[in-house]
């Protein structure tokens, strides 16, 4: 059974992806897809960007867990180096993406279809997560890059840290 606390981070990422697919909703195709003029992503590169980076870090963690791995639970230690990044994430300045995702990005998309793709990555996940083991839920399962190693409630965190970072870059760049 999902712990309420998953539970209850799972709800409030979802409700900000339908928040921001509302507000994308009042602008164009060609609006979405215009880069900023200092060369950055332009808003619907940032909304793939942000779906393969979900996508990825859920497969990493099915493949983690298809060999049946040692696992740490995760700490109060676990949560402070969370807290350190939540704080170091809120600054302005840029952290590179891993190129697997920078280099992935399309020239062009519409919001319709990527709308549905994170809608539908979203659905996987929570389709995962209702099907996961009860022994996973206190362990940590993924390896982020800056931060290390994540609980599933601490990665759903870092889902929502992370779009609310893009968040402000789309609407700069709007």
Known sequence: MIPNNVITKFKKIEKDRLALMQELSKYSDEQLNKKP????????????????????????????????????????????????????????????????????????ADLKSTSKMWADGRQNLKKWLDNADDSIWNLQ??????????????????????????TKQIRKAL
Request: net charge positive; aromatic share 14%; glycine share 6%.
């Open 37 to 108: 003029a200092d060369g950055g992503w332009s808003p619907i590169q940032v909304l793939h960007h942000l779906i393969q980076a979900e996508y990825g870090s859920l497969l990493y963690i099915q493949k983690k867990l298809s060999f049946d791995p040692k696992l740490e639970k995760s700490t109060i230690i676990n949560d402070i180096r969370v807290l350190i990044f939540k704080i170091t994430f809120s600054f302005p300045f840029k952290i590179k993406a891993p190129a697997a995702i920078a280099d992935n990005l399309p020239d062009y």
């Open 141 to 166: 399962i993924f390896k982020h890059p800056f931060i290390g190693r994540l609980s599933i409630f601490h990665t759903l965190g870092f889902f929502g840290d992370h779009a609310k970072r893009h």
